[in-house]
């Protein structure tokens, strides 16, 4: 977790001030967030990097030993097959630090929360 008393501004700033171990990962979420959502607006939402295309698509953030990956309930139940070999939530996935993020899922996950927030998503407005 991000340190309380560092409130980051934007996503460089949020990635800076989290635990060495995490920063790569997190530097190589964005850059495969952004790929895949070439047209991806970047913020903060509730303190997390987060990426909004009409609706807020994802969000991540560092955790002391993964990477947490926001994508929504339905993107989890939706790609819930390829996710048996990650811990899941409801509407997060955990990432651990110490293997290769698996970054084919990732662009799958964004591209069916790309399609759902053209679609029909009414949730997670921005």
Request: hydrophobic content about 40%; some cysteine.
């Amino acid at each position: 977790m991000i340190p309380k008393k560092a409130r980051p501004e934007s996503i460089t700033e949020y990635i800076h001030a989290a635990p060495k171990e995490a920063q790569k990962k997190l530097r190589e979420m964005r850059a495969c967030i952004r790929t895949s959502a070439p047209g991806a607006k970047e913020s903060l939402k509730w303190g997390m990097p987060a990426f909004s295309y009409r609706r807020i698509l994802v969000a991540f953030a560092a955790h002391k030993h993964r990477i947490g990956f926001y994508p929504t309930p339905s993107a989890v139940r939706a790609f819930r097959n390829d996710l048996s070999k990650f811990a899941t939530a409801k509407g997060s996935i955990q990432l651990p630090l110490e293997k290769p993020l698996p970054r084919p899922l990732i662009r799958k996950i964004i591209a069916f929360r790309v399609r759902k927030s053209v679609q029909e998503d009414r949730k997670w407005r921005t």
